[in-house]
């Protein structure tokens, strides 16, 4: 025979050969198919949420930071226009000043004790002027050092200088006026830079306004009023909308919710006590997306795993096994050797432990409010929504007829645990200017049983833990 | 019902003909899966599996070849990847076989295919695998050794050591008949 005759032989007799199938494979394939369908529709469902969420959450902050600094070039053109006009005005006041001097010398030389006394008055109104004169410089020094002090790290900008104290009132408004101009072009330039970066902007802005609008005061009051409602206009214009992604773990505490008909309430009795519960965990990540100072929203994947140890004592288990018997017979005056095999049925009791494990994958909606607090600590409060988008199980439990099953074999849980209620409070510590680390201790109600309507028992599972991770701020 | 309406069906995800469908080709492809596996339970796994995968790519079925030929290569697929998830090492065994020379065919004739499937699942993974895919399935030692990651060489030794355990396996058989 051929080693082809051989080949054939085989294939002909098995390639349509048919094998008996178990009854119930069509129930299986049935219940796996949907289950993946499910799945499908529910990772394809949390992809195009957190694709959505994450864009939406782009384009906000980026239009938002465009229309900041559009509404501060406003601000800063009607600024300008009202310092040249102020400039103008004190040009002109300079002149009529110089005017006033060349008229008063020629008085003296016509009038000695005219000129005296006016020369007394001027002596008197310019003592007076240089107290105020001193204010100003006083001020001004102020303001352009915390100019100075702003603009120390901008490479190209020079400082500005306070002028020498000068006894001349009118120079010395000139002098501020110069001063006043050129620390508002720094301050656009500034504005133009930190529009860009909204925490810095805020920041800056205090720094920068309270001294400016002290000296401003106290040198012409229109001037401060002005600047004061720009700086009022700008705070409005300038809301912070940060965006922070969080890392976290948390250990995790579950307890679960049961309940039954009458009639089950032993068989739930023996399930439960056949379960308990051990230290469970999640880890995830969260998109943060400020909507002001204070709120802000939350989103992002969660995984978490409860973990329970499965202990039961199976009765009525049943075993067989084979007994082989061997002896020898003495018959007449030689040994005759008989044996036999036997099958033995036992009966008794099946110890089964297992760890059992309920996985599942969330999507959590939250919103919050964050305290401002120190610029270290801050507070927090958060509440929402997290949904479930898929969950699994591993291991074993009892069933109604008090055996000993594999969770998936009975088909007691849904492939979704359900929607949860989320709440928490936490504290955060910022350790750079982008990272900071937060603890949050939470509370995850589940509001939907997860069994099968087939079962003869409902259940949730509720947890709590304290959820530790790390906030980084892009 | 056509074979045409029912994979139009199918494409529908009408249950009805999914049920008919696998009804139809469940018995054959119990019996490749069962070649493949190394125990009944897997085998059920496999097709389990491998109907789900039907299914889900039905609509990719070009009406090219035999519908039965495409769900085969699907059963085939999904038993070769459970299978390597056991890590199946292509051993070198003794050469101590016969030669299918010595086997005369009537003494095939009796043999059951129920025999010839035990005779199968007792080979050693290797062998089981390549003389399933070579022999039944008619794949080329190239496309075997694209399929297991392993050499064409090594393919055609472990399958002429699998023809030398399977005649072996026969003439042991014959001599107990005798």
Known sequence: MTENQFDDFFRKKLQHHESAVPEDMWQRIDRRKNKRRRFIFWWSLAAVLLIGITTGSYFLVHNGTKESVVAVKQSNQKEKETISS???????????STQTNLSRKEANKNNGQQADITAGKQQQKSSASSGETNAYNHND?????????????????????????????????????????QSRQTLEEKDKETSLHPDTLQKNETVKSAPATQAIKSADSSITQNVAVKTVKKKKERTPKDSYIELYASPDYAWKQTSSANQYSDYLKTKNGAEKSTLSFSVGFRYVQMLNSHFFIKTGLQFSQINEQFKYKSLNEYRTISVDVSRSILIDNGYTFISSRSLLRQVGYRIVEQNNRYSS????????????????????????????????????????????????????????????LYFSLGLSKKISDNLSLFGEPYIRYRLSSMTQPSQPFNQKIHSAGLSLGVRYKF | MTEHELIKGCIRKDTTCQRMLFETYSGRMMTVCLRYACDHPEAE???QEAFVRVFTYIAQY???GSFEGWIRRIVVTTALKTIQKRKIKFRELTDAGQDA???????????TEAELMKMINELPDGYRLVFNLAVIEGYSHEEIAKLLDIQPGTSRSQLVKARRMLQEQIISLQKIAV
């Open chain 1, 86 to 96: 102020q400039s103008k005005k004190s040009s002109i006041e300079k002149s009529n």
């Open chain 1, 141 to 181: 020094k102020r303001s352009v050092k915390a100019l100075n002090k702003a603009n120390n790290s901008r490479a190209g900008i020079e400082p500005i200088k306070p002028e020498a104290g000068n006894n001349n009132t009118q120079k010395q408004k000139d002098t501020y006026v110069q001063n006043n101009n």
């Open chain 1, 361 to 420: 994958f969330d999507i959590p909606l939250l919103i919050g409010y964050e305290t401002n607090g120190s610029s270290s600590f801050k507070a927090s409060v958060t509440s929402g929504v997290i949904f479930n988008i898929h969950s699994a199980y591993k291991g074993y439990m009892v069933d109604s007829t008090l055996k000993a099953v594999n969770i998936n074999d009975a088909g007691a849980y849904k492939s979704q645990m359900g929607t949860s």
């Open chain 2, 45 to 47: 796994d496999i097709l």
């Open chain 2, 62 to 64: 070009k009406h090219e």
């Open chain 2, 101 to 111: 020379s010595q086997i005369q065919p009537h003494a095939l004739t009796n043999l």
